[in-house]
């Protein structure tokens, strides 16, 4: 087996043999500056927004931070949460010509008619609600000690030993 070591071998260098014409190369260096011009505008953006933020956030501050935190839960939770707040989940033509569930439409809805309080707890409601994913196939596990939910149970003083007492009691007399 031979390895071509020679640095300036025209086929084996990894260099390319094509050479953009001096047009190609401003029209790259416009796109890139145009590029580097946009990121770094957001971030000034960004870090003026920051230093003006005030201590007690105005409501579409809040509302906007819950609909994004929303939208990056996924699907699954999109549907926890739904049932959680038992929102209707009325599903409609998607972009895609299919119906489905469109849960941003629904929470965005929910969210713009929450007053501050209710507001701030389903902010707490959308950092739990991942807690809720039981796995099928390991019926024995428990909700793990060190989980958001678990923490915010025992912070509040709810004894989740109890409730799951009541929750067997309340499945087993009915079968």
Same mark, same amino acid.
């Given at each position: 087996?031979?390895? =071509? ?9 990894? &260099? ?16 890139? %500056?145009?590029?580097?011009? &946009? ?23 809040? &509302?906007?931070?819950?609909l994004d935190y929303f939208r990056r839960l996924g699907h699954d939770n999109h549907r926890r949460l739904c049932r959680v707040y038992q929102w209707e989940e009325k599903k409609t033509k998607s972009s895609?010509? @299919? ?11 929910? /969210? ?11 902010? /707490?409601? =959308? !950092?739990?609600?991942?807690? %809720?994913? =039981?796995? !099928? ?9 060190? @989980?958001? %939910? ?9 004894? !989740? !030993? ?6 067997? &009691?309340? %499945?087993? @007399?009915?079968?």
């Amino acid at each position: 087996m031979h390895v =071509c070591r020679e640095e300036k071998c025209p086929v084996h260098a990894g &260099e390319t043999r094509y050479q953009p014409t001096p047009q190609e190369r401003a029209a790259r260096s416009k796109k890139l %500056l145009a590029e580097r011009v &946009e990121k770094l505008t957001r971030v000034r953006i960004l870090d003026a927004v920051r230093k003006k933020l005030p201590a007690t956030f105005a409501h579409p501050d809040v &509302e906007m931070a819950a609909l994004d935190y929303f939208r990056r839960l996924g699907h699954d939770n999109h549907r926890r949460l739904c049932r959680v707040y038992q929102w209707e989940e009325k599903k409609t033509k998607s972009s895609w010509g @299919s119906l489905a569930v469109d849960y941003e439409a629904i929470a965005g809805r929910a /969210v713009r008619a929450m007053n501050p309080q209710d507001l701030q707890r389903f902010l /707490v409601v =959308c !950092s739990l609600v991942s807690d %809720l994913y =039981c796995p !099928s196939f390991d019926s024995n596990q428990k909700l793990p000690k060190d @989980s958001n %939910l678990a923490q915010t149970a025992a912070r509040y003083k709810i004894d !989740s !030993s109890k409730l799951a007492a009541t929750v067997r &009691e309340e %499945l087993t @007399s009915r079968a």
